[in-house]
Nanobody, 126 residues
Framework: QVQLAESGGGLVEAGGSLRLSCAAS????????MGWFRQAPGKEREIVAA????????YYADSVKGRFTISRDNGKNTVYLQMNSLKFEDTAVYYC??????WGAGPRGVYEYAYWGQGTQVTVSS
């Protein structure tokens, strides 16, 4: 099993940047492909970005392409989400998650991620 803990959220003005971190403990994070999700009030949880266990493959939701970058440092058991050019609509609780499934063609959805962090709030003021 793996335990996940997010950090780095906060309040930022539109156009600003934040970097989220997800620290893994327990089984090394290199066993998992990792994803960042977000959930805004009244909305379903949605995937933002994902990265394969090796870091060679990535996926981005259309809404964040060109603005967000996912990366990982398996030596530090940490996954990052660099968020630039933040918009009001990026406001949400952000979660990192780990999947034991092979990357294959990329992330399949929320259901494939067995392990979740507690979330970190990102608020973008307009």
């Amino acid at each position: 099993q793996v335990q996940l803990a997010e950090s780095g959220g906060g309040l930022v003005e539109a156009g600003g940047s934040l970097r989220l971190s997800c620290a893994a403990s327990g089984r090394p994070s290199s066993y998992y492909h990792m994803g960042w999700f977000r959930q805004a009030p009244g909305k379903e949880r949605e995937i933002v970005a994902a990265i394969s266990s090796s870091g060679r493959s990535t996926y981005y939701a259309d809404s964040v392409k060109g603005r967000f970058t996912i990366s990982r440092d398996n030596g530090k058991n940490t996954v990052y989400l660099q968020m630039n050019s933040l918009k009001f609509e990026d406001t949400a609780v952000y979660y990192c998650a780990a999947s034991t499934l092979a990357w294959g063609a990329g992330p399949r959805g929320v259901y494939e991620y067995a392990y979740w962090g507690q979330g970190t709030q990102v608020t973008v003021s307009s």
